[in-house]
């Protein structure tokens, strides 16, 4: 077992047993002193358990977290200075890697002697380390307990005490959330900044062409390289637009339908089969894009005299548009449901017809919760990544014809950041700021729709 | 004709003009569930009926039959005859559109559609065609709510939402709206029940003077106000007719045991 194993289950031992010596203290103070004790003996055990599991488990993690680089930096400095002088950065996470796999006995050729020396000092660390991880833990464990042991008195009042603990933990995961948000962000806009210090933001913003196929290294031959983003994001509004003009009507009509028409046994069958829809990944869709939809538009254009390429921006926008027809025709149900029963009555009552309760008073009053569900269809369309890397082309083309191909944002960040890449040109750097205004531009578009959802919800209360 | 068999015709005419719903073994189903066992009662014209009775008693499911508004409920059943001007309202060839511009409905809870004041009064207008020109909308708005006694309070900001207004406005939009499409029976049911004293008593008063022109039924959990407003009172009790007559006589010369009980609150 490793020392990472019995350290947790010290903790998970400890912690049991802490919840019963503080079921029993709690008890016993009771007991001695013939009052009734201000929580429950259950609330006064699970304070004692979690002053003891929170933080062994909180030493467990930061432990696990900083062990390996410092026995790596402790290694790395023992080695004599002839051999680590003048080592890039590169060389040396070689060497340590290179030590690192001889203590783990895993050798290709005969180890340099220095090297055999630095994985003795690492094997030796690691081992003191996991002795050292273990009685740290003990300790930790013992400290919390006797500190939650010395607070357990009759009038003490452990059930506030754990609700405190349990929102603070609860504080602590919605945290991850939003810190996750702001290293995202962070990542790409330091990536960002290194991309416009060799290509300027005009180019990149106003630029009309894209030819990011640049040579990597220097014997490759390739172009000379243009960041122009207009045509990229133009092809992004133009996949959208197509998906839009496709999804929106009949996910609407859909939506209506189903509220206002359908009876129960439809509705029971033709809303889960919609929502499945949803459920299918991309990627199928991708092949149904280039299976099916492709070569049947290509014949039909055929047929009618047009040479159409096989990838359509048509086909793209096309099957997008069934991908998002279920978010908007639930948002719209919701939104058109939200619309409360005694606007449709007064207005029957008023003598309209169902067609007319439908345009004059249904959607008007249900018309923000349909926009904002527009919207966060649309911010859906520009992030959609795979259909597009496969019924979209890749060349990038300033047009609005739909018959054309285009090339989209995500696809030309699939483009830059697969394969081999190296993080230090324009050419990989580039998906990095498309990532960036992609993102801007889809927070934007969320950030309306929920006002407007927030707003439309205003109106009724 | 001789002299007799004239007066007898004039007398009819008369019955016939006064009566402007008649309605025999009303039955309502929901589902298995009888809500309305054999209704029979006459609405008149220029007259304010109220309907009374404990919860559930069927009276607003009776309101609901008038102007068809069951229809919206899938599993409701309607049998008996309904007869709006001698007509059949449940008729196959009656276009339910037409019926219920001709008898208008105000509901619980006020519920201004969320346009303007103006639109909300327009709207049945302009659904069924009743004027094409500015002009002719903007003096069907003035005199609707002048009719519903708003006219004064709205009259500088008809453009401002109608669900800006107090409670006791919007119930009182929400007649002005149904008298927009020059109705002859209006539905009311319990339009006050969400309103304070204030504003119940200024509804009050203008039912009373929307009875010089329309039949008006209201259904009510407030004797008084029943009391109050109505010439003629129904008393309602599980899904049946109980007792129907002049309110005068209904509040003090109960003939039924039940109604007298009710009326005197110790059921209901």
């Known amino acids: 077992m490793s020392p990472v194993t019995i350290a947790f289950l010290i903790i998970l031992v400890m912690t049991v047993a802490g919840y019963f010596i503080g079921k029993s203290r709690a008890l016993h103070a009771a007991g001695a002193t013939n009052e009734r004790l201000h929580s429950l003996p259950s609330q006064h055990a699970a304070y004692l358990a979690l002053w003891v599991g929170i933080p062994g488990i909180m030493l467990l993690l930061v432990w696990l977290l900083l062990q390996e680089t410092t026995i790596q930096n402790i290694v790395f400095a023992a080695i004599p200075g002839t051999l680590t002088d003048g080592l890039t950065d590169a060389q040396r996470a070689l060497l340590i890697s290179e030590i690192v796999n001889v203590h783990h006995g895993r050798v290709f050729q005969a180890p340099r002697p220095e090297v055999v020396e630095g994985a003795r000092h690492y094997g030796a660390l690691v081992s003191t380390a996991g002795t050292a991880l273990i009685a740290a833990i003990v300790a930790i464990c013992c400290a919390g307990m006797s500190w939650g042991w010395s607070r357990i008195k009759v009038h003490f009042r452990a059930r506030h005490g754990v609700e405190r603990i349990m929102s603070g933990f609860m504080i602590l995961c919605s945290m991850i959330a939003i810190f996750t948000t702001i290293g995202i962000v962070l990542s790409l806009v330091f990536e960002t900044i290194r991309f416009f210090q060799m290509v300027p933001v005009h180019e990149f913003l106003f630029g009309l062409r894209w030819e990011p196929q640049i040579a990597l290294r220097a014997d490759q031959v390739a172009g000379q390289g243009a960041f122009g983003a207009v045509p990229v994001f133009t092809g992004t509004l133009l996949i959208a637009t197509i998906s839009l003009c496709v999804a929106v009507p009949i996910g609407l009509f859909a939506a209506i339908y189903l509220v206002e028409f359908a009876d129960d046994r439809v509705r029971n069958v033709v809303k889960p089969a919609m929502e499945l829809l949803a459920g299918i990944p991309t990627v199928v869709y991708g092949f149904f894009a280039v299976l099916v939809v492709s070569p049947v538009l290509v014949q039909a254009g055929g047929a009618v005299g047009l040479d159409l390429p096989p990838t359509l921006s048509l086909v793209a926008g096309l099957v997008m548009g069934i991908m998002i027809i279920p978010f908007i025709s639930s948002m719209s149900d919701d939104a058109i449901t939200a619309v409360p029963r005694s606007l449709k009555d007064g207005s029957l009552a008023m003598g309209a017809t169902k067609g007319e309760t439908i345009t004059k008073v249904l959607l008007p009053a249900a018309l923000p919760g349909i926009v904002g569900g527009v919207l966060l269809a649309a911010s859906k369309t520009l992030g959609e990544t795979m259909i597009v890397v496969m019924a979209a082309g890749l060349i990038a083309n300033l047009t609005f014809n739909p018959l054309e191909g285009v090339t989209t944002v995500t696809v030309q960040i699939v483009a830059m950041l697969t394969g081999d890449t190296e993080f230090d040109n324009p050419k990989t750097l580039s998906g990095f700021a498309l990532g960036f205004v992609l993102f801007l531009a889809t927070l934007m578009l969320n950030i309306a729709a929920l006002s407007i959802v927030r707003k439309y919800r205003e109106q009724y209360d | ?268």
């Open chain 2, 1 to 268: 004709m001789t002299e007799a068999q004239v007066e007898m015709k004039t007398r009819m005419d008369n019955e016939a003009n006064n009566v402007k719903f008649s309605t025999r073994g009303v039955h309502v189903f929901y589902g298995d569930k009888e809500a309305l066992k054999g209704v029979d009662l006459d609405i008149n014209n220029n007259e304010v009926t109220a309907l009374i009775g404990p919860s559930g008693c069927g009276k607003s499911t009776y309101l609901r039959c008038l102007n068809r508004m069951n229809d919206t409920v899938d599993s409701a059943r309607v049998t008996g005859s309904i007869l709006l001007d001698g007509a059949d309202v449940y008729d196959r060839k009656v276009d339910v559109v037409q019926l219920r511009a001709r008898v208008g409905m105000v509901f619980q809870k006020p519920n201004p559609f969320p346009k303007s004041i103006y639109d909300n009064i327009v709207y049945g207008p302009r659904i069924h065609g009743l004027a094409s020109t500015k002009t002719e909308f903007d003096e069907i708005v003035e005199t609707s709510l002048k009719k519903a006694g708003l006219w004064n309070e709205v009259k500088d900001r008809l453009d401002s939402g109608g669900t800006s207004l107090s409670g006791g406005q919007q119930q009182r939009l929400c007649i002005a709206r149904a008298i927009a499409v020059s109705p002859e029976v209006i539905l009311m049911d319990e339009p006050c029940s969400a309103l304070d004293p204030i504003a119940t008593a200024r509804v009050e008063e203008l039912i009373d003077e929307l009875r010089e022109n329309y039949a008006i039924v209201i259904v009510t959990h407030s004797m008084q106000q029943a009391a109050r407003v109505s010439q003629r009172t129904a008393f309602f009790h599980i899904g049946e007719i109980v007792e129907h007559g002049n309110t005068e006589q209904i509040f003090t010369n109960p003939r039924e045991e039940r109604t007298r009980d009710y009326i005197t609150g110790r059921f209901g």
